[in-house]
């Protein structure tokens, strides 16, 4: 673990991040600090923005309701995106908001959704997802903000990822062989993991997949899991063998 500032206040914010760089804060950063944090001026609040690094930033309060942050020290460079590209077929509110923080938290760097003849939501709203990717990153000490990507068809997806490197999808029926073994075989690099919706793959799709070259399907064990506990499992999978752990 390295060494980090896990006490100060964590916001990802837009504005430019340099020394002596004042900037005010969106009025819900602002209730945030002043209100529900009852923080007062000269506090230490940490900033970062996914291009300029994180900032140990002092706290100002110009007016009341309104806060604002001058960056003083740059605690930690800005690290490159996750190369890691996590598509899957939609849930509906809660659990999503769920899939989509655990899926940042394991290092994903593209939140793909992708729409399967089984799914279970018929409309994504990328907004909300974003700004579940920014509370996660937020929270968890991550310096990139995951791409949150309009749906795609599964047609689509496969065009779209394929050519970019192997793409692994969890397949329910797939029970020969350690998924750790399976992943062994693979080399580092870009890479997609598919996951599909509480329903699983419709056989159209499962043979699809089967049938292209840079696809490999593991298994997630003996037990059904759901499509959020798949995603945590299978990422944490991926990391252990391809990623960045």
Known sequence: MPDYDFKSPRLCVEADLGEGARF????????????VMRLDTGAAVLAFNGRDGEWRCRLEK????KA?????????????AQSLAYLFAPLKHARLDYMVQKAVEMGAGILQPVMTQHVQASRVNVERMRA??????EQCGILTIADCREPLK????????????PMIFCDERQDAESPIATLG??????ASLLIGPEGGFS???????????GVTAISLGPRILRADTAA???LAVVQATIGDW
């Not at 110009?62 to 309701?65: I, L, N, V």
């Not at 579940?132 to 990153?137: G, V």
């Not at 075989?185 to 870009?190: D, I, S, T």
Request: charged fraction near 30%; proline fraction near 9%; glycine fraction near 4%.
């Open 203 to 213: 056989a159209d799709e499962r043979e699809r997949l089967r049938g292209e070259a």
């Open 154 to 165: 599964f047609d689509e997806a496969l065009a779209a990822y394929l050519p970019c490197g």
């Open 132 to 137: 579940n990717a920014i509370e996660a990153a």
């Open 24 to 35: 005010s804060l969106e009025p819900a950063q602002a209730n945030y600090l002043t209100a």
């Open 62 to 65: 110009p007016a009341k309701k």
């Open 68 to 80: 604002d942050l001058v960056p003083e020290e740059r605690l930690r460079a800005q690290t490159p």
């Open 232 to 234: 945590v499992a299978a």
């Open 185 to 190: 075989r693979l080399a580092k690099g870009p």
